[in-house]
């Protein structure tokens, strides 16, 4: 095991199968420290990159229950939701996520990692109807683990953040020079100071 990866030896080849965190955290602890044992795990392969001819890579992603990795193959269906953000997701049990889906419970659905309202209805709409076999599955653990909470935002970042973007940053910079100056002056504790400590860093760079 390698974080939530496990390293497969199949007639001589090794293979890098992804696990979902809570199951990788399962496996691992029924392990003595180096040993290796043999598993089945029931596999998805899937190329992970960009198209149009940017770096592409072969990926494996496993299950140790055939339904379980049918039921990722079916959420994976859904138009917009990523591999990796579906793996992220399943911090409830299957069956409790099917029975959701079914029910149309979006607000079950908008709590899991990463999915949030509008994913949630569109999860509903897209595989409502195929996941009712998933809802008779018993004995079942979650197959992630939940996300660590993030520690909340100080309101005076969050207000620098906005005048960012409303002098023509994008998101994603904005955030970058903002955590660049509060770990340089973490005694910064106003807006003001720390818009003005962006501008000073980056007219420093001109």
């Known amino acids: 095991m390698r974080g939530d990866s496990a390293i497969v030896e199949v007639n001589g080849l090794f293979y890098e199968v992804m696990l979902p965190g809570g199951l990788a955290q399962r496996i691992t602890r029924s392990l003595a420290p180096d040993e290796a044992r043999e598993v089945t795990f029931h596999t998805l392969h899937y190329i992970e990159g960009w198209g149009g001819g940017g770096s592409q890579r072969p990926r494996l992603i496993g ?3 055939e339904l379980d990795r049918e039921f990722f193959e079916l959420l994976t269906t859904v138009s917009g939701l990523g591999t990796k953000t579906a793996l992220r997701a399943l911090t409830i049990p299957i069956p409790e996520m099917a029975q959701a889906i079914e029910g149309g419970d979006a607000r079950t659905l908008a709590r899991l990692p990463r999915i949030g309202p509008r994913m949630a209805d569109k999860i509903i709409a897209e595989l409502k109807g195929k996941a009712w076999k998933f809802t008779l599955l018993t004995g ?28 023509g940053y994008r998101a994603t910079d904005a955030a970058a020079a903002i955590e660049k100056v509060l770990k340089a002056r973490p005694d910064i504790a106003t807006s003001q100071a720390l818009v003005q400590e962006v501008f000073r860093q980056r007219g420093s760079k001109a």
């Open 140 to 167: 079942e653990a979650p197959l992630a683990m939940p996300e660590k909470a993030r520690p909340a935002e100080q309101p005076f970042v969050a207000e620098a953040r906005q005048i960012l973007l409303q002098v």
């Open 63 to 65: 299950f140790t229950e």
